[in-house]
């Protein structure tokens, strides 16, 4: 069983969590001063650390780990297709690229065929 103590910072972890997709979401708006690809991919890429974090404290349990990602996720879905089309960019794969096609990308640059984009 969890100390009081310990499920207060879980939850304050979790607070801390759906605060950070609500500011992925007003940078991607313009709302915050993140407008730059190279600073908004990275910050909303950060996002991704939360599972891990609120997974790895002692003062988990299923509701107090879903509860703020299923939050968050909801929050975040407004931009997912805008992240999944500026990352490739960021990461330096040339216009045109999208997320899900990085691996047919690469195959066919390898493979030496002009056509990869």
């Given at each position: 069983?969890?100390?009081p103590g310990t499920i207060r910072v879980h939850r304050l972890l979790g607070c801390a969590a759906v605060l950070h997709a609500v500011l992925v979401v007003m940078a991607w708006i313009g709302w915050f001063p993140l407008q730059t690809d190279l600073l908004w991919v990275p910050f909303a890429t950060l996002?991704?650390?939360w599972p891990v974090v609120l997974s790895?404290?002692?003062?988990?349990?299923?509701l107090r780990v879903a509860v703020p990602l299923l939050i968050s996720l909801l929050i975040l879905s407004r931009v997912?297709?805008?992240y999944c089309f500026r990352l490739p960019v960021v990461l330096g794969f040339p216009p045109g690229v999208h997320l899900g096609g990085i691996s047919d990308y690469l195959s066919a640059r390898k493979a030496g065929r002009a056509e990869a984009l």
């Open positions: 069983m969890s100390s996002w991704l650390v790895a404290h002692r003062g988990r349990s299923i997912f297709d805008e």
